[in-house]
């Protein structure tokens, strides 16, 4: 996707351990223009599918997700890292994050995500996978069919995807990220 690697190289910053700011216009400050034509390129990938809800991760895999539902005219659910004393029918799962190297668990209710879904997973980043993985477990748990997986940033050299389509699952990118060394973006 074009506008999206123009506006990495434009304002993403680079640090230290292979990971890239994107906070002025993805996940913290959000462009909303640039956000649509995410969600216009993830609905192009996987709108000719059987898909009928679309799953995501809290925090910032929601505005893509939303994008996303509402142009495909879906229901989005988000899995939650803390688990509400009122959900309920819980399905958990634990992950460990890239970012802040610690595990957590992760949930969502076997009312939203169920045997009938047929879901697509969008999420901000796919470094080494484990949120993925993680993700890949609670759709098992639920019952429903996992699509497919859209990211908006993908950091080749950390070989999430691989473990992915291990699992014989689906990956669609919309920017590939080949390489961070030096705090040199590369982009595919
Ligand atoms: P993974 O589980 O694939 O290793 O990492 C995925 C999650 O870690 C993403 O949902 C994202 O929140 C965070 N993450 C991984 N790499 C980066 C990065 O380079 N920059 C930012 N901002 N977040 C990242």
Known sequence: MELLK???LQDGKCFEGGILKVDSFINHQMDPILM???GVEFSRRFGGTN??????IEASGIAPAIMTGYLLDLPV???KKKSPKTIQNVLST?????TKDRKYDVVISADFLTPDDNVVFIDDFLAFGNAAIGVIDLVKKSGANLIGMGFVIEKEFQNGRKRIEEQGVRVESLAIIEDLSNCKI???
């Open 36 to 38: 649509k034509s995410i």
């Open 6 to 8: 123009k506006r990495i």
């Open 77 to 79: 659910v988000f899995a």
């Open 51 to 56: 898909v009928n809800k679309i799953m995501t």
């Open 94 to 98: 634990t992950v460990h994050s890239f």
């Open 186 to 188: 590369k982009i595919k």
